[in-house]
């Protein structure tokens, strides 16, 4: 009652009663991280609740289960001073219960983010853009306790809406399912207030304790971990698991090269692994997904019915990602269920007007302008990233950062960074300069019309 559910379910469900000897009580819990973390924030508290009860106590002692398990057998332990059934259980060989992966309290206790319990691998549909992406994960999800880590980290990236969070989440449930090794899912948000500040109020044993039950690792939206010292655990948690061959999953809506926020090495150290992209979803797949959505609705709505060719003018049209493709289908079931009237093309053409995208812009990366500058003016990459200060390299090199201000969502910092470590400043002075000229010099703006065109396609 006083710390509240929470935090009870979170840390105290799982407790067990071992033994009572002279005045000490004995208290187990299956895993390391519970022991440390109960020790550093509960134990005084644990005391003064058992010598309201029972004033002879004079001390509580926590214990992993499974070590009960191994002092029991070695020594025999008289079995009178066991407690309640545990004498029992550990006489029959077997070793106390342990934790079940699969539980989502288990999740929660870690520090888990919520998992939806529709993105699994048995609704995630597989097309052209996201087969590797989708290979790479299942083999993460099926790989046992101990089996060599063939490619750590994984990083996925993919535009918005893409199934980033979804194959992660499918990693995340089948991984827990098959029981053997536990993984824990976080999103970046998670990560900095939760986790890190978890593990911060830890003493460094117990952070590797904390990390030696943890099997692998899935960080979603890494492009929100900010702060320095967040960097710093980040970095610390990256290297320590990777180190200690436990997998570690990533997503983020940029490569690991556009990760501004992040040191070199933590960059290099993400690169590593296997990066994978994820493109737009095809119309095919698309398509695909719409069918597989519909026939989920169907369990709920028996009568919602959606003609072939509605769907396929949906995945014609509305192209922006996946999230669009469900407020489609959720519009189309609103209607079909307020009105009664049944989903015909023209009620679907009507619905989703506002949804349709004739074209989807393509994520221009820096690199891809500063391949496509140089190529155009005849100078090399090196070149736009050194401090060479003459006129042929000059212009170019401003064209090119006047294309990443424009055509990418980089800052100014992150911009200067990527041209060789220049300051922002000088950045901001590229960009006003070609903004200036272009307004005047029509060969200039023609020029830098072909490479956007030359970039987006
Ligand atoms: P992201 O995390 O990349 O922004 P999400 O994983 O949240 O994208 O996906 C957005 C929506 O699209 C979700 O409802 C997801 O289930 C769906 N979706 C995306 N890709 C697929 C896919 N390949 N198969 C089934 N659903 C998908
Ligand atoms: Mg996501």
Not at 39 to 59: D, G, M, P
Not at 183 to 188: D, I, N, S
Request: proline share 4%; glycine share 8%.
């Amino acid at each position: 009652m006083e710390v509240g559910d929470d935090v009870y379910s979170s840390w105290f469900a799982r407790m067990d009663l071992e033994t009572i000897e002279d005045g000490a009580v004995r208290l187990s819990v299956p895993t390391r991280f519970l022991k440390s973390w109960i020790q550093s924030h509960y134990a005084e508290r644990v005391l003064a609740c058992w010598q309201a009860q029972e004033a002879k106590v004079t001390r509580v002692e926590l214990i992993v289960r499974s070590a009960v398990l191994k002092s029991v057998v070695l020594s025999k332990a008289k079995p009178d001073l066991a407690v309640g059934e545990s004498g029992g259980r550990y006489a029959n060989g077997n070793g106390g219960r342990t934790l079940s992966v699969g539980d989502p309290s288990v999740h929660e206790a870690l520090g888990g983010s919520p998992l939806d319990p529709r993105l699994t691998f048995d609704t995630f549909v597989v097309g052209r853009s996201n087969t590797l992406a989708h290979a790479a994960a299942k083999q993460v999800a099926a790989a046992k306790r101990g089996d060599p880590v063939m490619f750590n980290p994984l990083y996925i990236h993919s535009g918005v809406g893409l199934g980033k969070t979804h194959l992660l989440q499918a990693v995340t449930w089948a991984g827990n399912a098959a029981g053997e090794r536990k993984v824990l899912y976080l999103t970046a948000e998670k990560f900095m207030y939760g986790f890190v500040s978890a593990l911060r109020t830890q003493t460094a044993l117990a952070f590797k304790e904390a990390l030696r039950g943890i099997g692998a690792l899935v960080i979603d939206d890494l492009q929100f971990l900010q702060g320095k010292s967040t960097q710093a655990e980040f970095c610390h948690t990256l290297n320590a698991l990777i180190d200690a061959g436990r997998q570690v999953v990533i997503a983020s809506d940029r490569p690991p090269s556009d990760l501004e926020s992040l040191d070199d090495r933590v960059r290099s150290r993400l690169a590593g692994g296997l990066v994978v992209e994820m493109g737009p979803l095809g119309e095919e797949l698309r398509f695909e997904i719409l069918k597989a959505r519909v026939m989920a609705a169907r369990a709920h709505h028996p009568t919602f019915d959606v003609p072939l060719p509605v769907l396929g003018y949906i995945a014609k049209t509305v192209t922006h990602n996946g999230r669009d493709l469900e407020g489609a289908l959720n519009r189309l079931l609103a209607h079909n269920k307020l009105t009664g009237h049944a989903v015909t093309l023209e009620m679907a053409e009507r619905e989703v007007r506002d949804l349709i995208r004739p074209q989807e812009p393509k994520r221009v990366k820096i690199e891809d302008i500063q391949r496509v500058v140089a190529r155009q003016y005849n100078v090399s990459r090196s070149d736009l990233l050194s401090s060479r200060r003459t006129a042929n390299v000059v212009r170019p090199r401003q064209v090119a950062m006047y294309l990443a201000k424009t055509l990418t969502l980089r800052s100014l910092p992150e911009i200067g960074r990527r041209f060789g470590g220049r300051d922002h400043t000088t950045v901001l002075h590229a960009v006003r300069k070609i903004e200036g000229l272009v307004g005047n010099d029509m060969a200039l703006a023609e020029e830098i019309e072909i490479l956007k065109r030359q970039l987006q396609e």
